[in-house]
């Protein structure tokens, strides 16, 4: 489980995200949607400790994820929209081997893990493509694949759709199903519900940093209210 309890982070003095409280269920899958600079990146940069909140607190499995970043950054597999600068192979298949291997995992568990990872992404067979020579959409889900392979508890993707084509997305939307059904949560920060909704539990919609609307089903008129266009 994800704990979130009154989450405030701040550039400059200004909120970006205002005492939020949530909680993340095994096995939930809970789309966080918002319009622009609401701080859906900016609350879930904290759920593995890439940022730490100037008030509150979160916790992974109960455990404070500032007490062991090791644990949470293990547990919480996630992927921002733009990875660019996130490979740290020249290969697609050493890129997605790294956090496995840092794992301390056998040799055999990380080629299976790689290949599923891959295939999930629908790249399989692509371990010996260079990284620098793919293009963006195929960057994502090489970035997805190296969350995947990690096994995490629980998986953030932050606008995991924006360069995927359908057949990708798919694949990838069929992945997420199969892990939430196996208790893993999904988190997924997105502008457009229409790809999740039939996957979400819960939609938490963001507005100026606070949680606006926490709902399972949200009408129409509630999400375009707050900005968000409905599926
Ligand atoms: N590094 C930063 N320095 C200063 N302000 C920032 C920084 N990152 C984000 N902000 C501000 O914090 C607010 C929340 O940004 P955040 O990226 O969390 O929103 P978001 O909901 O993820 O937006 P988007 O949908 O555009 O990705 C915005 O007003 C943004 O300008």
């Known amino acids: 489980m994800i704990t979130v309890d009154g989450y405030t982070y701040r550039y400059d003095d200004v909120a970006a ?3 939020v409280s949530l909680t993340v269920d095994d096995g939930e899958c809970v789309v966080l949607a918002g319009p622009n600079g609401s701080g859906k990146t900016t609350l879930v940069r ?20 500032a007490d062991d970043l090791v644990a949470a950054r293990t547990s919480v597999g996630m992927v921002f929209q733009d990875p660019r600068d996130g ?3 020249a290969t697609v298949g050493a890129d997605v081997a790294f956090g496995p291997e840092n794992l301390g995992l056998e040799r055999d568990e990380i080629d299976r893990r790689v290949a599923d990872a891959l295939d999930a992404v629908r790249m399989a067979g692509r371990e ?3 990284v620098a020579d793919l293009s963006g959409g195929e960057r994502e889900r090489v970035a997805i694949a190296g969350a995947l392979a990690m096994d995490p ?10 360069g995927l084509d359908l057949r990708a997305r798919e694949s990838v939307l069929d992945r997420l199903r199969a892990l939430r059904e196996s208790g893993v949560s999904v988190v997924v920060v997105t502008h457009d519900l229409r790809d ?3 996957l979400a ?4 919609v963001l507005s100026d940093g606070s949680v606006a609307l926490d709902a399972a089903s949200p009408s129409a008129s509630e999400l375009e209210a707050l900005g968000v266009r409905p599926p």
Not at 48 to 63: M, Q
Not at 201 to 204: A, H, L
């Open 17 to 19: 995200v205002d005492d």
């Open 46 to 65: 904290g759920f593995n400790g890439l940022l730490t909140p100037d008030e509150g607190e979160v916790r992974v499995n109960g455990r404070p994820v």
């Open 87 to 89: 490979f740290v192979a």
């Open 128 to 130: 010996d493509d260079r």
């Open 153 to 162: 508890d629980h998986l953030v993707l932050d606008e995991p759709f924006t």
């Open 196 to 198: 999740l909704y039939s």
């Open 201 to 204: 539990d819960r939609v938490v």
